[in-house]
């Protein structure tokens, strides 16, 4: 039950800085899983200025990011850059089901979706 969702921001409008802040299109896969799973990576491409990236969650997970080998626990808005790897993921918070939607911000661009991820894990603990 993998699926790739909603792509957006095909890059080349000017950011207000001095440089471009809406990337090529990114298409994060579906997370699904036991206790955590994440989705593919992404590479950040077409900006030529830093991005501010925030993300909101539905359900009962903890979100996390990866960014270029790094794990983070999503706690707010952070910086990418051209280049960047990114995957998120989702971990259960004890032994129980969750599913929901990461939704993924660019800041840059006034909150513009930039992906929205379904998600959903199921415990290796019995449910």
Do not use: K
Not at 54 to 69: D, H, K, R
């Amino acid at each position: 039950m993998t699926g790739v969702i909603a792509v957006a921001g095909i890059g080349g409008a000017p950011a207000t800085s001095g440089g471009t802040v809406i990337p090529n299109a990114l298409a994060w896969t579906s997370i699904v899983g036991d206790d955590a799973a994440s989705s593919n990576n992404q590479t950040i491409s077409g900006i030529s200025a830093p991005m501010s990236m925030a993300a909101t969650i539905t359900g009962s997970g903890e979100l996390y990011y990866v960014q270029n080998g790094t794990t983070f626990n999503y706690t707010g808005a952070f910086t990418a850059h051209n280049g960047d790897v990114i995957s998120w993921g989702v971990e259960l918070p004890g032994t129980t089901r969750s599913a929901g939607t990461v939704t993924v911000l660019n800041n840059s661009d006034s909150g513009a979706v930039l992906c929205t991820i379904p998600y959903h894990l199921a415990s290796s603990g019995g449910n």
